[in-house]
T-cell receptor, first 113, second 113 residues
Framework: EAQVTQNPRYLITVTGKKLTVTCSQN?????MSWYRQDPGLGLRQIYY???????DKGDVPEGYKVSRKEKRNFPLILESPSPNQTSLYFC????????????FGPGTRLTVT | DAKTTQPNSMESNEEEPVHLPCNHS???????IHWYRQLPSQGPEYVIH???SNVNNRMASLAIAEDRKSSTLILHRATLRDAAVYYC??????????????FGQGTILTVHP
């Protein structure tokens, strides 16, 4: 089944403790992206990747890192999480180009205390 | 980035057609118009997309104005399962501009039985 998976689905952590949220897709997509969703603010893009070893900032990249060493994986790294990073995070992927739809993962709900 | 404007909310009755508008007055000639929806407690899912011509698929129809400054997502017979937040976004086809995406807050569609 074609899908985007995220792990973990739920995470409660403390301020400053490094964490990684994994994202994996099995559709051989070149493009992958991370979003966060907060009440009243909609979906905001954090980082995206056009292909392996190619990443770029979205609208809200501060406090996050990403890497794209393999085509199928695009982990989101919070080196020193803070409470304002408490949010619902979505990963998405698509084929390369504007004429293709994105497939979204189920989301990761992160709480930083 | 070209931005879109949507009404905050709309209501419909079950089995009636629904027309969800989107304004994108700063659209460029190579921007594709994409629609996604997000059901409660789920990740966004693709609905439809188009460039210039009207488009139909099993989920919906997309009507694009001749000047491309606006578009309308049409759900031909709304069901309770169509209650969701609907997002209209632009995805640029020029070079690598398809990577950075701005979702906005979308339209909350309520469907009454």
């Amino acid at each position: 089944e074609a899908q985007v998976t995220q792990n973990p689905r739920y995470l409660i952590t403390v301020t400053g403790k490094k964490l990684t949220v994994t994202c994996s897709q099995n559709m051989n997509h070149e493009y992958m992206s991370w979003y966060r969703q907060d009440p009243g603010l909609g979906l905001r893009q954090i980082y995206y990747s056009m292909n392996v070893e190619v990443t770029d900032k979205g609208d809200v990249p501060e406090g996050y890192k990403v890497s794209r060493k393999e085509k199928r994986n695009f982990p989101l790294i919070l080196e020193s999480p803070s409470p304002n990073q408490t949010s619902l995070y979505f990963c998405a992927s698509s084929l390369q180009g504007a004429n293709y739809e994105q497939y979204f993962g189920p989301g990761t709900r992160l709480t930083v205390t | 980035d070209a931005k879109t404007t949507q009404p905050n909310s709309m209501e419909s009755n079950e089995e009636e057609p629904v027309h969800l508008p989107c304004n994108h007055s700063t659209i460029s000639g190579t921007d594709y118009i994409h629609w996604y929806r997000q059901l409660p407690s789920q990740g966004p899912e693709y609905v439809i997309h188009g460039l210039t011509s009207n488009v139909n698929n099993r989920m919906a129809s997309l009507a694009i104005a001749e000047d491309r400054k606006s578009s309308t997502l049409i759900l031909h017979r709304a069901t309770l399962r169509d209650a969701a937040v609907y997002y209209c976004i632009l995805r640029g086809a020029g070079g690598t501009s398809y990577g950075k995406l701005t979702f906005g807050q979308g339209t909350i569609l309520t469907v009454h039985p």
